[in-house]
């Protein structure tokens, strides 16, 4: 009984642990989290940059006009996606930014991909 009950014991203690340090310490990696306070205006921040990047080429010179939701994948790097209002040329939509980093890769390391309801033109580029 001893043998089964020190291994009950710290079972139990393993347990308590890993629900005391909270869900989004064991979420998988491939998960889908929510973006929030400082690490969400961080992200607002970085759309900002890879749209204000993106018109700097072909693509389109799109705005924010205002963000629903933003959230990170941890998938060889990070996806963050974006559900938010975009204006071009005086036009609002709503949209689905997804921006694919991989800092660690010097060329094409960002890619940002952009679908807008009611626009079969979609925008994959990468830098």
């Known amino acids: ?20 340090l909270g869900k989004e310490t064991l979420l998988p990696r491939g998960g889908h989290r929510e973006l929030l306070g400082e690490e969400r205006t961080a992200a607002i921040n970085n759309l900002k940059a ?26 060889a790097g990070s996806l963050d996606t974006y559900t938010v209002e975009l204006q071009n040329g005086g036009v609002s939509k709503q949209c689905v930014v997804r921006i694919w980093s991989q800092p660690w890769i010097e060329v094409n390391g960002t890619n ?15 830098w």
């Open 50 to 75: 890879a749209l204000a990047k993106l018109a700097t080429g072909d693509g389109p010179s799109y705005t924010t006009v205002s963000v629903t939701k933003v959230t990170t994948q941890v998938v």
């Open 1 to 20: 009984y001893n043998m089964i009950g020190s291994k009950l014991f710290y079972f139990a203690i393993f347990a308590l642990i890993c629900v005391s």
């Open 112 to 126: 940002i991909k952009i679908e807008c309801a009611g626009d079969n033109a979609k925008v994959d580029s990468s």
